[in-house]
């Protein structure tokens, strides 16, 4: 399956059935600031389990971008594939 | 906690943190600990990590080793500690951020990547260790006292953040104990801090060994955000 897709399932399984969809808003719309943290945080460790790679998703770069990364799904995603690309190149 | 519980503690090449491993390896516990320097030492049931308290990248790894190894952290002792007794005009810059990375920085990032693998247990203890120094405004000691009253601000916030996944987050205040810590320090300013403790003595280990292990008891669920000071302070 292609690494961007894996994501997005991770991510799905952590929300309700009805908000899986990449256009899904995710912060502040279908989660609060609690849910935040809780889905962030397991997806580090779902992510380490998957592909054997450590990244820290509520980073200073996170943080600081423009767009939040946090918005939806697909923001998400993306924002995940790219750390993980970063990562895998080191 | 139960035995074979696993606990990490910082700084544990000398001093408390090296009678804590001693202790708490005897107790049962699976014991990971980390310094900046190796440690001279060999106990059971017990692993040693060289690092900096403050660099996040190998705090990390750290972290990540502990849950691929042992899929769980029950306990954390943040006890990586570094004093510098100088009068605030005679203190360089460079020591104050020393002492803030190690005691400051230190502490908040193993709190924080803690938190993380403790919460997919939805159990865990967290013990900051602390000073009476934010009690006795000491002269000579501004810049450590200010990072242990942090660690203690530090412990407050989060205790409220952590209290929904079940984890406590607590500090001791240990008086002073015969440690390298307060080697630098002259017998007369010891003396002199001793006796304006209620109960005039220096701290023994296991008068911290007692209350670390009172917040780490199961039984200790309803206790978090909480300073103890030892002395009566």
Excluded: W
């Excluded at chain 1, 592909?51 to 923001?75: G, L, M, Q, Y």
């Excluded at chain 2, 934010?134 to 412990?155: D, I």
């Amino acid at each position: 399956m292609e690494r961007k897709k894996i994501i997005e399932s991770l991510i799905f399984d952590k929300l309700s059935e009805e908000n899986r969809h990449s256009n899904t808003p995710l912060y502040p719309e279908v989660l609060d600031s609690l849910g935040l943290v809780n889905l962030l945080v397991d997806l580090e460790y779902d992510i380490n389990d998957k592909f054997n790679v450590i990244i820290v998703i509520a980073s200073e770069r996170a943080v600081s971008c423009t767009h939040s990364p946090f918005k939806t799904v697909e923001t998400l995603t993306d924002y995940i594939n790219i750390l993980l690309e970063e990562k895998i190149n080191e | 906690m139960n035995k074979n519980s696993v606990m990490l503690i910082t700084g544990t090449r000398k001093g408390i943190g090296k009678s804590l491993v001693n202790y708490y390896t005897q107790k049962g516990f699976e014991v990971i600990g980390c310094s900046r320097k190796d440690v001279n030492f060999k106990f059971d049931n017990y692993t040693h990590f060289c690092l900096d308290v403050c660099d996040e990248n190998s705090a990390i790894k750290l972290f990540n080793y502990i849950y691929k190894y042992y899929n769980r952290l029950d306990v954390l002792i943040n006890n990586a500690s570094i004093a510098s007794m100088n009068y605030c005009m005679l203190t360089p810059l460079s020591k104050v951020r020393e002492i803030l990375n190690t005691n400051v920085i230190g502490t908040f990032l193993f709190c924080r990547e803690a938190g993380k693998l403790m919460k997919r247990n939805n159990l865990g203890r967290i013990v900051n260790v602390t000073s009476i120094g934010t009690q006795l405004n000491l002269e000579g000691e501004a810049a450590y006292t200010a990072s242990k009253a942090a660690v203690e601000s530090f412990t407050r916030g989060f205790a409220i953040e952590y209290a929904k996944f079940n984890i406590t987050v607590n500090a001791i205040g240990p008086t002073p104990i015969k440690t390298d810590l307060i080697k630098s320090i002259s017998q007369n300013k010891i003396d002199s801090l001793i006796q304006k403790l209620p109960i005039k003595r220096y701290s023994e280990f296991t008068d911290i060994y007692n209350v670390i292990d009172f917040f780490i008891s199961k039984k200790s669920d309803f206790i978090t955000g909480q300073t103890i000071f030892l002395g009566g302070v």
